[in-house]
């Protein structure tokens, strides 16, 4: 059961109905983390702003999902996990064993997804300030300082809608239900 209220079309505020709106006739469905985040719809509008802008990366759809399930991983929100799995197996064409790894907080075997998920976890661990070594790493995997800001930019975006969903703690929706995930993946791994 959500803590926050699961906004409809109907009843959401006035300023977050055509944000809604769109977002339903984009995905085929209302997701929860929007009837959360549209209690509040100057943090749906960021949402939804960001996520585009974060969609026009340079980094691929395959390296964006690879910061958002990690991020989401090592947040604890179950909600993104699922979402981004189905986001990553569906459309970014990254195969189950890597998604599971990813789910995980493990390696996956590809040195390019591998770097993007140990920057993203040095962005995350350090809130920023990684280490020279790290951020090495990452340009010698054939990353460029664009690339490095541009994980800082999917960070941001995941901590926003991870948070939102931490804390509103809406269900999964049934059209996520096959990734579910509730962390304990993450922790035997360790």
């Not at 983390?33 to 585009?52: C, D, F, K, M, S």
């Not at 941001?156 to 703690?169: K, P």
């Amino acid at each position: 059961m959500s803590r926050l209220p699961l906004r409809t079309i109907e009843d959401a505020p006035e300023a977050a109905k055509p944000l809604l709106e769109k977002a339903e006739k984009a995905s085929g469905f209302l997701p929860n983390l929007l009837r959360v985040l549209a209690n509040a719809p100057t943090a749906l509008e960021a949402y939804l702003t960001v996520g585009g802008i974060n969609g026009r990366a340079s980094l691929s759809l395959a390296e964006r999902e690879v910061v958002q399930i990690t991020a989401a991983a090592t947040h604890g929100c179950g909600f993104c996990v699922a979402g981004h799995t189905k986001v990553a197996l569906a459309k970014a064409g990254i195969e189950e064993p890597k998604v599971e790894a990813l789910r995980a907080l493990g390696g996956t075997g590809d040195p390019k997804l591998d770097a993007v998920q140990a920057f993203t976890n040095a962005v995350i661990a350090t809130r920023g300030k990684v280490a020279d070594a790290d951020l090495a790493a990452f340009k010698d995997a054939g990353y460029d300082d664009q690339a490095a800001l541009e994980v800082v930019l999917g960070v941001s975006l995941a901590t926003l809608c991870n948070f939102a969903n931490n804390l509103g703690q809406p269900p999964l929706n049934p059209q996520l239900e096959a990734f579910r995930w509730d962390g304990a993946k993450a922790r035997a791994a360790e």
